[in-house]
């Protein structure tokens, strides 16, 4: 099928030619999947607004330093209370200029990592409805998860919030940042309110353990004791919408302790410490394509009071759905020899 590439809104997108318009109508009413691709065309401005997302992890880690060496100076105290205040502080998210920063990220983030979704049937989406999108895998950084966010518009959804561990509203400055960009602590309060809100939520099922177990040889998704997502989905009759992202993984460099203590430590506090470092060894990601693919939405029957058999059921097609469209689009993406292993 030929396709085009035109220009639009800061991002392309993949569209039909003459000839395809003018197919039959059996034909024409077929899915045609489409691809839109982010805005990488001003690079300087990708790299700033990667680093408002990536740096503030760093940063505070800087400070933390900083504060242990000035140890009982009056500089010490004025970081730790820096600190303390960014930290349980209120967060306006529809701060003024928090939003313009969330729409200079949004734009230009994924850019840097010259993302493209692939959206097997955009027509199956509506606009009106909340959908859960399960996304997969985790990888250090959430780069595909979070370019499905309507401030990076590249997924026909207006509204939407991405589910994240809770440990990232405890920490300063990455904590403001996310929540202008519009992630929200994973709670079931919040994924159920926000979905009966018109939200469409995007989460990460696997979560911290999808890092711990993190391989540069295979991907890695932790899914077969993760129910609950399903049962939310059922609960609130949202459909189910299955979502890979390749090529996450190759964005850092990473080293990670290895054992039970490890383990348990990480799901202690719902994150898993590592040390990782981009291009010289510095903060600075590697430019490396993540592709995001997004399957057809599962339709949900909603039951505010599901069975364990309702739930494994759909989880059971949630899974085979993912694994046909890891299989479906690892060479088209360019890794054919990449490996789903779901744990």
Sequence with gaps: MVRRSVEGSGHSYSMA????????PALASAPMPVVNRANGSSAFRSLVATMLWVGPIYFTVFLCFIALFLCRSTVSLWIIGLLVVLTFGPVNENSKYGTAIARFMGRYSP?????????????????????????????????GAVSLLDIAGLMPLKKTKVLASTAIFCTPFLRQVTTWMGLIPATKRNFTN????????????????????????????????????????????????????????????????????YIRISRAIRFAPLLFWGIFGSPVPYR?????????????????????????????????????????????TGHADSELRIL
């Design 17 to 24: 030619t003459a000839e395809e318009r003018e197919a039959p």
């Design 111 to 143: 850019g840097y990592f010259h993302v493209s979704v692939h959206i097997e049937d955009t027509k199956a989406f509506d606009d009106k409805k909340a959908y859960v999108l399960a996304a997969e895998p985790h990888s250090i950084f959430p780069i």
């Design 194 to 261: 926000y979905l009966k809100a018109g939200y469409s939520c995007i989460v990460i099922p696997g979560g911290v353990q999808e890092i711990i177990y993190m391989n540069r040889d295979y991907e890695i998704a932790y899914l077969k004791k993760r129910h609950g997502f399903v049962r939310v989905a059922i609960e609130t009759g949202s459909p189910l919408v299955p979502v890979f992202c390749f090529g996450q993984n190759e964005a850092f460099n990473w080293w990670k302790p290895e054992g039970k203590l």
């Design 288 to 332: 490396s394509p993540v592709q995001v693919v997004v399957g057809k939405p599962i339709e949900v029957k909603q039951n505010p009071n599901p069975s364990t058999e309702e739930v494994a059921e759909l989880h059971a097609r949630f899974l085979s759905s993912l694994e046909a469209l890891f299989a479906k689009y690892r060479v088209e």
